[in-house]
């Protein structure tokens, strides 16, 4: 890793707890956390967050690193 967010603990975060969302207020993106908290009762973050845990474990660290990572323009 070269210094930005890790995509191991965004993966575990997504998987363990995506239906809150923390792993989006961990990568930054407080917007879309917002909207899986309010959704939470509806499952669907939950599903989602597995979905994306998986892929952020999946990927490489280049690639996670260029769109969460120091390099990401806000």
Known sequence: ???GK????AGILAILFGGLGIH???LGKVGWGIVY???CWTYIPSLLGLIEGII????????FDRKYGRGRAF
Do not use: P, W
């Open 1 to 3: 890793m070269t210094g």
């Open 6 to 9: 890790s995509k191991v603990l």
């Open 24 to 26: 989006k207020f961990y």
């Open 37 to 39: 908290i309010l959704f």
């Open 56 to 63: 952020y474990l999946a990927s490489s660290e280049e690639n």
